[in-house]
């Protein structure tokens, strides 16, 4: 009994010592163990994106990296690029002289995992600038590398390379809002100069600083012109370089932003999804207080630094918005989507506006109730399962956190449960304004971020894992053909998707030949004429290298070629003499199913007359609906109607001249699959037969 009483006296000191001990351990070693542990569960979570499928973002980085490690030049698929962000190839650049994709791959992922988390280092140093605590500042970087964002780690993007350098150049701008020396300027172009490098949306640092200049100084012009002179000078070089080549020839590949339009109504629309999307990936609960911290930082600040921050902080966040609203309000309705990505950045600086509200003791109380429970009105009356439909939580960890919880519970519960915690975190927002419960709400918060950045994780590891398991065991089997330089055949209805996995894996295959499809990407490409004799003509000059040709939507039939290897879709051919096209059947899709409407050509051998069947063998499921196919050529017409369940079998005479016999084929009432396929019956490959008298359709014994 006398043991079993004087545990509990013998524990609560010990507990105290080691909190002691915590305690006195110096903030840049606890700094320093926030960024390595991060480092390292980051790096070992990459793992989840096993493959890359964010296209084309996820093949223009490492090829441009490829080519700066083989060639010392940016280029993609062989031709010179104006890309102006290469901050991140070139950081990558010598993972890829090892040779191994793979490994390049894994390389960049780490390099991305030390990227964000060092984006822990400004964020405290900004809060320590703010007169925030040690402990309180650690908290704010704690968000920082919890924020959902960090699962870009496994991308092969430049935001995670972006992401530690845009905070840097906000803590540098502060700094130099605060103290405007000569140094401290000239340090905050620089780290926006590199940070612009990295990604070109943060183009607009510097003309937000000087704006943000002005509001420190009360918007005396003239003082504002005196103290900031070094920023106005250092500026002009770049402004009157910009004003003599033209923005666009600066831009390169993204001059067509200045293209774009601006609907009002739509840009509102946007921007406001956007700023609601980025409150759930804030955690949330440091919203309400976060804005009115921002907006007292402003109207009572209690030093240059505090307004400072506020003032870039708000340009910064509604550039951002803008941005994000801008590229949406510019896409059409299917492709259009919140763009989470473009605002990763305000997550850690809305926890630091938040903290500042707390260090000045939550004022204004009042009002931020009525925020945390205007924001709980709008969590249950928008709910986010409308965003997370098709491409709309591509941009959007968040979404993707969403979506994977919606696909464990059922949409309606999945929405019911976001809803609940989003109204159980403006209540917590509420209590700890009341309360002063600072600890409370940052915990709160990092473990919001967490559990959202872990359903994205998960939606990533089996997204991944979906597509891995389509691929071949050896991603780079094209390479290891040994066939030298392959040419990559995209015919009609091709997906783009298996366009840039092959040329990511495959560095053999890097050039891209167009037969009757749509551009890929805005880079190097090349179009191919079909001769009257099926040779692929590029140039004027037939294609006689080895072709990687994709099959998913289109069935080909070749002369002269072997064939190397099969992978998925993909065929691996070999010229014997020079490639020709013997059948084409443009719009029939691997899984069977055949196009709305579309052609299947037969071309004549040598330009010799060539007569012949082609079979086609058709059918429909017996959950579809009656179909009638019509088909037409030169001398023949016949609708073919298929009732469901019902298999078919139709002979069409062929007679090739000298040049392509053509075979229409089209429906009235097409169906639509789960993929937005718009298709009409099933059918497998066709044949060609000996010619003989044409055969009327009939059931299939």
Known sequence: MAVDAATPAAAAPLRAHALSRIAALPARTVLGGIVAISFAARWLLAAAHSTPYYFPDEYIYPTLAHSLASGGRPAVRGEATAFPALLEPLLTAPFWLLGDPYAAYVLTQGLHALAMSLAAVPVYLLARRLRLSNWVALGAALVAVTAPALTYVGYMLADPVAYPLVLAAVAAGVAALDRPTRSSQLAFLGLAGIATFARVQYVV????????????????????????????????????????????????????????????????????????????????????????????????????????????????????????????????????????????????????????????????????????????????????????????????????????????????????????????LSLVAIAVAWRRLTVVALAAAVLTTSAIGAGALSYDRLNAASLRATQPADRSWVDAAGLGDVTFVQLPEGDRAKVFEQLFWNRSVDRLVLVNAPPVDAFATERAELADDGRLLVDGRPLATPMLVQTWGSYALWDGVRRVGRAQSLDLLAPVGTPRLRLLAAGLYEDGWLRRNGSILVWPRAGRPYHARLRLRLAMPADSQRVTLQLRAPGYRQDVTLEPGERRTVDVPVRADRKAWVLDFATDGPGWLGDHRSVSVRAEPPLLLPAGPPARARPLA
């Not at 309400?288 to 907006?295: F, I, N, R, S, T």
């Not at 590229?327 to 763009?339: I, L, M």
């Not at 591509?394 to 019911?416: H, K, N, W, Y």
């Open 205 to 424: 640092l510097p003309a937000l600083f000087l704006v943000a200049a002005l509001v420190v100084e009360g918007f005396r012009v003239r003082t504002a012109a005196r103290r900031f002179r070094t920023t106005l000078v250092a500026l002009g070089v770049p402004a009157l370089a910009v004003g003599t080549v033209g923005l666009q020839r600066v831009l390169g590949y993204y001059e067509n932003v200045t293209s774009l339009n601006l609907p009002v109504v739509r840009l509102a629309r946007w921007a406001g999804s956007d700023a609601m999307v980025l409150s759930y990936a804030a955690g949330w609960v440091l919203v309400p207080g976060a804005l009115l911290g921002l907006a007292l930082m402003l109207a009572r600040p209690s030093s240059r630094a505090e307004r400072g921050f506020a003032a870039l902080t708000v340009l910064l966040g509604s550039t951002l918005l803008f941005q994000a609203a801008l590229f949406s309000a510019n896409s059409d309705d299917a492709t259009a989507r919140v763009h989470e990505r473009y605002t990763m950045a305000l997550v850690p600086l809305l926890a630091l506006a938040f903290l500042v509200l707390a260090r000045r003791g939550f004022p204004w109380r009042r009002a931020l109730a009525v925020l945390a429970l205007a924001m709980l009105a709008l969590s249950a009356r928008v709910p986010l399962s409308g965003y997370t439909v098709a491409q709309g939580k591509d941009d959007s960890p968040t979404l993707r956190a969403v979506l994977r919880l919606e696909q464990e519970l059922g949409i309606g519960t999945g929405s019911l449960v976001v809803a609940a915690l989003a109204a159980g």
